[in-house]
């Protein structure tokens, strides 16, 4: 398949996805992101784990919120995603409470407020849950075509999990990918 035929086939399976996403009711999107928050707690490393990055969850992806901030009270260290537009890049940022270290940051998407973003060394971290619009069951992902999951998944020493989080109707059995796309190790859905 060419490249030009994959991105083509990328851009139609993300628009059908994102169309899915939007008619998801609520109801169904809070009763899927429960049973898939459960599911991640049963998750033997993500048991273990003391060192973990979260997404901040868009309006229609699944809801990590409460887990990120049930990890927090736990008092495990709890990173999440900053874009660095200057480098075209994904940090990894700490944080101690959502509620006051977050602002609406690139593409609208909740951050670290500027003055919590530092050099953070990426090998600490265990556990990378990740956002999607598509998996498929060989781990393989499809984002919102910018690259920055792919090139921080890219960075990251291989022995760190990383947890793809998708609803039931995200999941495919194979989705096109090229030489930049990297895959997640595990895909956990409702």
């Given at each position: 398949m060419s490249s030009l035929s994959i991105e083509a086939e990328k851009s139609k399976i993300r628009q059908t996805i994102l169309n899915q996403l939007k008619e998801q009711p609520l109801s169904?999107?809070?009763?899927?992101?429960?049973?898939?928050?459960?599911?991640?707690?049963?998750?033997?490393?993500?048991?273990?784990?003391?060192?973990?990055?979260?997404?901040?969850?868009?309006a229609e992806e699944v809801d990590m919120l409460p887990?990120?901030?049930?990890?927090?009270?736990?008092?495990r260290q709890v990173n999440v995603p900053c874009v660095d537009q200057k480098n075209n890049s994904l940090l990894s940022v700490p944080i101690?409470?959502?509620?006051?270290d977050l602002?609406?940051?690139?593409?609208?998407?909740?951050?670290?407020?500027?003055?919590?973003?530092?050099?953070?060394?990426?090998?600490?971290?265990?556990?990378?849950?990740?956002?999607?619009?598509?998996?498929?069951?060989?781990?393989?992902?499809?984002?919102?075509?910018?690259?920055?999951y792919d090139r921080f998944l890219?960075?990251?020493?291989?022995?760190?999990?990383?947890?793809?989080?998708?609803?039931?109707?995200?999941?495919?059995d194979s989705i096109p990918v090229n030489d930049l796309d990297i895959a997640v190790r595990h895909v956990i859905t409702n």
């Open positions: 169904e999107r809070r009763r899927k992101s429960n049973l898939i928050r459960d599911r991640i707690c049963q998750f033997k490393e993500f048991q273990q784990s003391r060192v973990m990055m979260f997404y901040v969850s868009m887990l990120l901030n049930k990890m927090l009270e736990e008092g101690t409470n959502p509620e006051t602002i609406p940051g690139t593409y609208g998407i909740l951050e670290p407020k500027k003055h919590l973003v530092n050099h953070f060394d990426v090998n600490q971290l265990e556990i990378v849950l990740v956002p999607g619009i598509a998996f498929d069951r060989q781990g393989h992902r499809l984002g919102r075509g910018k690259g920055y890219k960075s990251l020493p291989k022995q760190i999990q990383t947890i793809g989080l998708a609803y039931d109707f995200q999941l495919m």
